[in-house]
């Protein structure tokens, strides 16, 4: 059934139903690992970040069942962690293209991409002879999992608990979104999208408790987290270019590459504050309008 709690049922009924229908999804996909070993693991680390979306909805009713089932997810999504850096740097090398301009800054830029593509490739290999025991750990800790799930005790959660939830969500979410704007830093942009991410999920988990709000601030929220994605995205290729200029033969016009990345880095930072302006309603540097909580967030 759908991520989503129906308005019309009993909360502690829907709360356990997607826990339990999310719990089933990651087993799955971890016990048919074999056949796609990084993405069936990638979108079961992808369904953690879903539960603990849920749990911190729950946390103001059950902030036990929320420490306890949190740290779970949290841990279990750790230690199935691949290394990535060598795929995001590719995704960020498809954003610099039309931004680094004549013959041979385009040969450096195909030049760096195939020499990623053949360390993604070696780190693939490398994280396959332990991924097994570990998936195999982790499916143990699953099918634990749910059977607890089913004696959580969530009967005296109520609808204003998951309100207090999202609230506190959204209020975090602007409290980062704060930060970055004060400092500006790789890593402040980084946690910005971490809790960007729990209100997304929220706001679809929402979508039929609270219908005006979610539907358009969905859309939105999405396009958000994906502009922090591709700065992520290129804030990783910028420390590889930093700390490996020569590990891959960059030939003279790596000092281009290096600016289309500060160029486009700093593109996808704007473009996400603004972004982040308009849906949590701050106020932008030079702005004198009252700065409050968007209603629709």
């Known amino acids: 059934m759908a991520y989503l709690i129906r308005r019309k049922e009993p909360v502690d009924a829907e709360l356990r139903r997607i826990l339990a229908e999310q719990n089933r999804r990651a087993l799955g996909l971890l016990r048919g690992w074999q056949e796609h070993p990084r993405e069936s693991v990638h979108q079961a680390r992808q369904v953690f970040k879903r539960i603990r979306a849920l749990l911190r909805l729950l946390r103001p009713g059950a902030p036990y069942v929320y420490r ?152 939105r929220l999405d396009a958000l987290a994906g502009s922090l994605g591709r700065h992520h995205d290129l804030v990783v290729l910028e420390d590889l270019l930093r700390r490996q200029h020569d590990a891959l033969n960059i030939d003279v016009h790596l000092r281009s590459m290096r600016n289309a990345v500060r160029l486009a880095k700093g593109h996808f930072a704007d473009e996400a504050l603004a972004m982040g302006a308009q849906i949590f309603r701050r106020r932008l540097p030079g702005d004198n309008t009252v700065v409050r909580l968007g209603s629709h967030a």
Do not use: T
């Open 68 to 219: 306890v089932e949190n740290s779970f997810y949290r841990d279990l999504g750790r230690s199935l962690a691949c290394a990535r850096d060598s795929e995001a740097v590719i995704d960020a090398l498809g954003l610099l293209e039309g931004r680094v301009s004549g013959p041979l800054a385009q040969d450096s830029l195909r030049m760096m991409r195939s020499g990623l593509e053949q360390r993604a490739v070696r780190e693939r290999e490398c994280e396959a002879h332990d991924l097994g025991g570990r998936i195999e750990a982790a499916c143990a800790a699953l099918g634990i999992a749910a059977k607890r799930i089913r004696d959580l005790p969530l009967g005296q959660i109520r609808r204003k608990h998951l309100r207090r939830g999202a609230d506190a969500s959204i209020e975090s979410c602007v409290a980062a979104l704060d930060r970055v704007r004060r400092s500006g830093a790789d890593g402040d942009f980084h946690a910005w999208r971490k809790q960007v991410k729990y209100v997304l999920h929220q706001a679809r988990l929402q979508r039929d408790m609270r219908p005006r709000r979610a539907s358009d601030s969905s859309a």
